[in-house]
């Protein structure tokens, strides 16, 4: 595993000390500073991915291309002063997702596109999610088209790869059972685990059609399947791992030399959940509303800490405008919060879905955050009131671990989530 691990990170001799490697699935700028931190202080890399609706060759929901990201992300490792050598940039679900409204060859040649731009822009981690039905097609796609149309994708990323001026070749993640981005919109008591047969039939149709499309020399960087572990979380509850449901899952890495599993949706999982799922061969590790639920944790504390020292007239009131904003724009939750007026305005702020992650870029937010950033680095935080609101930051800033400015109890909010997985994922 360690190997594999190594190859993912492009042999960096940092990842000979990690048995597993997470993965930070956000845009989020402080998010992405905290994270660097964390990969800074352990100095290890550090796996940050962009998905096919955040960024595209049209812009995403981010309004960046791919190139965009890359930029974005470098200018936060030169402020936090992480080497751009210990950075893995991924793509996750790539794939004609986006697209699933038009037929299915113009979904594929926007997937095509969508592909070739985030490996010219220096992606080496490419997650082909081709699972998804466009119009035209059966409401269930079997494994044979959905690797006939992955490997077709691989295609074009060797072909972008070979233009490219680095000399690198990125490495791919495939599979067919593929969780819902962002967790379940329903409730659930139980997720079933991939069954082992599966698992082996999805690399043995892949492995057919890499060998169709002549791109063989590719299938050694075929590194990773997606599979479900039996983790997952809907808006209010967790499935927790059970190690002992997916022992015949584990055993089929044996047969599969050269490749881990890659988990999705472990956000929430227990830190031994965490490392329960490395030792099981589980070794990419997926977090992104994790680590964003944990900064609207730490921004409402803190709005609510505002509240407490400032006259109501200069606040900057972030989670009246929050709501506000939600209510005024309600397209990336309306589908997915059900229930009457309370329960979608609990699920709006504290859903584990966490879906007011789409409105921090949102321009009258993103100044309500800056302002209340500005508003508590111009007075002192007492600490006991700190211990109301945020007690494991209290319990820092005594240590002399942190400081007390609203920016270091962020990162520190944040990086409380991401030091589990990178326990988790260390020798």
């Given at each position: 595993m360690?190997?594999?691990?190594?190859?993912?990170?492009?042999?960096?001799?940092?990842?000979?000390?990690?048995?597993?490697?997470?993965?930070?699935?956000?845009?989020?700028?402080?998010?992405l500073g905290a994270a660097m931190k964390q990969a800074l202080d352990d100095g290890t890399p550090l796996l940050i991915e962009s998905t096919s609706n955040?960024?595209?060759?049209?812009?995403?929901?981010?309004?960046?291309?791919?190139?965009?990201?890359?930029?974005?992300?470098?200018?936060?490792?030169?402020?936090?002063?992480?080497?751009?050598?210990?950075?893995?940039?991924?793509?996750?679900?790539?794939g004609p997702n986006a697209w699933r409204a038009l037929p299915s060859e113009e979904a594929m040649q926007r997937a095509e596109a969508l592909i070739d731009a985030y490996v010219a822009a220096g992606f080496s981690k490419i997650h082909l999610d081709t699972s998804m039905s466009c119009a035209g097609d059966p409401a269930r796609l079997s494994?044979?088209?959905?690797?006939?149309?992955?490997?077709?994708?691989?295609?074009?990323?060797?072909?972008?790869?070979?233009?490219?001026?680095?000399?690198?070749?990125?490495?791919?993640i495939i599979g067919t059972e593929v969780p819902v981005p962002g967790g379940a919109a329903e409730e659930l008591e139980t997720v079933e685990v991939t069954r082992w047969e599966a698992a082996l039939d999805t690399v043995a149709v892949h492995r057919d059609a890499w060998r169709t499309h002549g791109l063989d020399a590719s299938w050694q960087r075929v590194i990773a399947l997606v599979v479900q572990?039996?983790?997952?979380?809907?808006?209010?509850?967790?499935?927790?791992?059970?190690?002992?449901?997916?022992?015949?899952?584990?055993?089929?890495?044996?047969?599969?030399?050269?490749?881990?599993?890659?988990?999705?949706?472990?956000?929430?999982?227990?830190?031994e959940a965490l490392a329960a799922l490395v030792r099981d061969g589980f070794a990419i590790l997926k977090v992104g509303p994790g680590v964003t639920f944990a900064l609207r944790e730490a921004l409402h504390a803190l709005a609510d800490i505002e509240s407490e020292l400032m006259a109501?007239?200069?606040?900057?009131?972030?989670?009246?405008?929050?709501?506000?904003?939600?209510?005024?724009?309600?397209?990336?939750?309306?589908?997915?919060?059900?229930?009457?007026?309370?329960?979608?305005?609990?699920?709006?702020?504290?859903?584990?879905?966490?879906?007011?992650?789409?409105?921090?870029?949102?321009?009258?937010?993103?100044?309500?955050?800056?302002?209340?950033?500005?508003?508590?680095?111009?007075?002192?935080?007492?600490?006991?009131?700190?211990?109301?609101?945020?007690?494991?930051?209290?319990?820092?800033?005594?240590?002399?671990?942190?400081?007390?400015?609203?920016?270091?109890?962020?990162q520190s909010k944040v990086r409380h989530v991401i030091s589990k997985y990178a326990a988790a994922c260390m020798v």
């Amino acid at each position: 595993m360690h190997n594999i691990v190594a190859r993912l990170a492009g042999e960096n001799p940092a990842a000979q000390k990690m048995k597993g490697i997470y993965s930070i699935c956000s845009a989020h700028p402080w998010v992405l500073g905290a994270a660097m931190k964390q990969a800074l202080d352990d100095g290890t890399p550090l796996l940050i991915e962009s998905t096919s609706n955040q960024v595209d060759q049209f812009g995403g929901y981010t309004g960046m291309k791919p190139a965009d990201f890359v930029r974005f992300v470098h200018l936060i490792a030169d402020r936090v002063g992480l080497s751009k050598d210990r950075l893995i940039l991924g793509g996750d679900h790539l794939g004609p997702n986006a697209w699933r409204a038009l037929p299915s060859e113009e979904a594929m040649q926007r997937a095509e596109a969508l592909i070739d731009a985030y490996v010219a822009a220096g992606f080496s981690k490419i997650h082909l999610d081709t699972s998804m039905s466009c119009a035209g097609d059966p409401a269930r796609l079997s494994d044979a088209v959905v690797a006939q149309r992955a490997a077709r994708l691989c295609a074009v990323a060797e072909a972008a790869a070979e233009r490219g001026t680095k000399g690198t070749k990125p490495v791919y993640i495939i599979g067919t059972e593929v969780p819902v981005p962002g967790g379940a919109a329903e409730e659930l008591e139980t997720v079933e685990v991939t069954r082992w047969e599966a698992a082996l039939d999805t690399v043995a149709v892949h492995r057919d059609a890499w060998r169709t499309h002549g791109l063989d020399a590719s299938w050694q960087r075929v590194i990773a399947l997606v599979v479900q572990p039996g983790v997952e979380f809907d808006h209010t509850k967790v499935v927790n791992y059970k190690p002992e449901l997916a022992t015949e899952l584990s055993k089929v890495l044996a047969q599969l030399p050269g490749m881990i599993f890659e988990a999705h949706s472990t956000d929430y999982q227990k830190p031994e959940a965490l490392a329960a799922l490395v030792r099981d061969g589980f070794a990419i590790l997926k977090v992104g509303p994790g680590v964003t639920f944990a900064l609207r944790e730490a921004l409402h504390a803190l709005a609510d800490i505002e509240s407490e020292l400032m006259a109501e007239s200069g606040r900057s009131n972030l989670r009246q405008i929050v709501e506000r904003v939600m209510l005024a724009k309600p397209g990336n939750w309306e589908k997915y919060y059900h229930g009457d007026d309370r329960e979608k305005r609990l699920l709006r702020t504290y859903s584990y879905s966490d879906r007011v992650r789409y409105y921090w870029a949102d321009p009258e937010i993103e100044a309500a955050a800056q302002k209340l950033i500005s508003n508590l680095n111009g007075v002192a935080i007492p600490e006991n009131l700190l211990s109301r609101y945020l007690p494991e930051q209290y319990w820092q800033v005594r240590r002399g671990a942190i400081d007390a400015s609203p920016m270091s109890i962020v990162q520190s909010k944040v990086r409380h989530v991401i030091s589990k997985y990178a326990a988790a994922c260390m020798v």
